[in-house]
């Protein structure tokens, strides 16, 4: 697949350019937000601390396109209530259907791969 337009970022994404670090024009058109960022920060602190998490952290926030709060927690709300998914899942999937963009995940979670028929309603899934 070619990976080269915008995207909603889930955590497992962001865990893998933190890994890897090959994703740097993923991250820099991507979309991501406050939900996403705190899961990145505690999988992060779990395996490498919280001094190297919070800068990550910020990082990913100056170099990726943070989206505002308001603009995602009713969608996302629905999301959770219509697909029974993690919270964190529906902030993803909101803010694709918000910026108009494929939400994308790095591995085929089991939770979104049952639903994506119906997920393809609202919005689109890509992955790594």
Same mark, same amino acid.
């Given at each position: 697949?070619?990976?080269?337009?915008?995207?909603?970022?889930?955590?497992?994404?962001?865990?893998?350019?933190?890994?890897?670090?090959n994703l740097d024009d993923i991250i820099r058109e991507g979309y991501i937000n406050v939900v996403t960022l705190s899961e990145t920060l505690y999988v992060i602190c779990r395996m490498e601390g919280v001094e190297e998490a919070l800068k990550y952290v910020e990082k990913l926030a100056k170099e990726a396109n943070l989206v505002p709060s308001h603009k995602l927690v009713c969608i996302a709300g629905q999301f959770k209530c219509k697909y029974r998914i993690s919270?964190?899942?529906?902030?993803?999937? @909101?803010?694709? *259907?918000? &910026?108009?963009?494929?939400?994308?995940? @790095?591995?085929? *979670?089991? &939770?979104?791969?049952?639903?994506?028929?119906?997920?393809?309603?609202?919005?689109?899934?890509e992955f790594l």
């Open positions: 697949m070619g990976l080269q337009r915008s995207y909603a970022l889930d955590t497992s994404v962001l865990i893998v350019y933190y890994y890897k670090r919270l964190s899942d529906a902030w993803t999937l @909101a803010t694709a *259907k918000v &910026e108009n963009v494929p939400a994308l995940y @790095a591995i085929r *979670k089991r &939770e979104i791969i049952d639903i994506i028929d119906r997920l393809r309603e609202d919005v689109h899934v």
